[in-house]
């Protein structure tokens, strides 16, 4: 199929245009046939506009490229080769939701020929492709796997606001049903991944590895937050800590902060699922969830504390919080725990503002049922730098000051302004 592949007799096709399918989609659309599928009419017609709706690529990258933007299944039925990016989202439950990518298997089994190749990236417990994916392709399409069709999986490492870190530079790792699966896989890859590749011996191992990544990560950031609970406690600053101990040549560089997003705050629970499913408990994976996902709620007591010590009325307090994506320099706001943030000060009666350089007000107000606003007015009580987005970098005390009242706080979530705040009563992690 390969060598099909590049003459452009046969189509590639990504299923999903977001943060990791269109990335993925513009690359191989440089050097295949590609259909770039979703199901999101708007999406489509801003890209065909050569626009990135996630204003992660710039319009010079989807003018150099060729694809077929659609929401068509008939022309989705012209490719051969098919890669399926879609979100792996939790529910309310913190349980894994599959919807999203069985509805996209459903979709690509409908069209699935003899000879075809399907390779997910979404993220996904192990086992998911094989025991989850998989049968519902051959339940469909009444062909059968590794006979028929090929399958294969290559977790995504997209990192959202990344410019250093990109599809081209980061070694990807591949994985196939069989050898002929393996081989064809790499080779459509290593067409746009010039960092190299990594073959995985299985699909669960190639799953297994994207899922440790994040939760490393999790777990080890969730022991920073633990950290800086106790270092608060003894009227330590964290950051002065991590200075130090940073030193050392083998010390892990990690910091305390929110975790959101689409993945640190998600994957892990795909793993824990799949342990309890094992009938195993997992119980460092599931405290450093805990820690993590109390973290807004702990960040907001400690301000409405700092309050209530200026002798003011927490009832009615002015509380402005910069920045509420999950990461600083994207837009992408889901699973952001700055919410969490305004949650709880609302439910101490405090009145919240919340404002963001990247995000916009109206998926904020569909998402979260709050806009944002877009020139604070004061005078606040407290300010809450969330999110380290580059034009708060440069901020001043007397920006801050400009906008509060008598005796204002300022939470520094992430050590911006360590050392630069003289007149204000200045807290962070």
């Not at 890669?83 to 699935?112: C, F, K, M, W, Y």
């Not at 130090?244 to 910091?255: D, I, V």
Request: hydrophobic share 40%; proline share 5%.
């Amino acid at each position: 199929m390969f060598a099909e592949l590049i003459k452009k007799e046969k189509k590639a096709a990504v299923i999903g245009l977001g943060y990791v399918g269109l990335p993925l989609a513009v690359e191989l659309g440089r050097k295949l046939s590609v259909i770039g599928f979703d199901i999101n009419e708007q999406r489509l017609e801003q890209l065909r506009q050569g626009n990135d709706p996630n204003k992660e690529l710039p319009v010079s990258a989807l003018a150099e490229t060729s694809i077929e933007y659609t929401s068509s299944v008939a022309k989705l039925a012209e490719a051969s080769f098919f890669i399926i990016a879609v979100p792996t989202p939790i529910d309310t439950h913190n349980e894994p939701d599959l919807q999203p990518l069985l509805s996209a298997t459903r979709t690509v089994a409908g069209v699935l020929k003899p000879g075809d190749c399907v390779v997910y990236e979404s993220t996904v417990y192990p086992g998911c492709t094989e025991e989850d994916c998989v049968p519902l392709l051959e339940q469909i399409s009444g062909l059968k796997a590794g006979r028929d069709f090929k399958y294969g999986y290559s977790p995504e490492r997209i990192n959202p606001g990344d410019k250093e870190h990109t599809l081209r530079n980061t070694v990807k790792i591949v994985s196939g049903c069989d050898a002929d699966a393996c081989e064809c896989i790499r080779r459509v890859y290593s067409l746009v991944v010039e960092a190299g590749l990594h073959v995985a011996p299985s699909v669960r191992v190639a799953e297994a590895a994207k899922i440790i990544e994040n939760t490393q990560r999790d777990v080890n950031i969730a022991l920073m937050n633990e950290l800086s609970i106790i270092f608060d406690r003894m009227g330590i600053n964290t950051y002065d800590v991590l200075d130090a101990a940073g030193t050392k040549w083998n010390f892990l560089h990690f910091s305390p902060g929110l975790v959101g997003g689409h993945c640190i705050g998600v994957d892990p629970y795909y793993l824990v699922y799949k342990a309890k499913e094992l009938q195993y408990h997992p119980k460092m994976i599931n405290s450093g969830r805990f820690v993590n996902d109390s973290m807004g709620r702990y960040i907001a007591k400690k301000i409405v504390k700092k309050i209530l010590a200026q002798g003011k009325n927490i009832l009615g307090a002015r509380v402005l919080i910069l920045g509420v994506t999950f990461k600083e320099n994207v837009c992408d706001i889901r699973n952001t725990k700055v919410v969490d943030m305004v949650s709880e000060f609302q439910d101490f009666g405090a009145r919240v503002d919340v404002m963001d350089a990247c995000a916009s007000s109206e998926d904020v107000q569909k998402a979260y049922g709050f806009p944002l606003v877009e020139h604070p007015e004061g005078p606040y009580d407290a300010i809450v730098v969330a999110v380290a987005h580059t034009p708060y970098l440069s901020l001043t005390e007397d920006d801050f000051l400009s906008l509060s009242g008598d005796k204002p706080i300022l939470g520094d979530l992430k050590g911006i302004y360590r050392g630069r705040i003289h007149r204000m009563i200045y807290w962070s992690l």
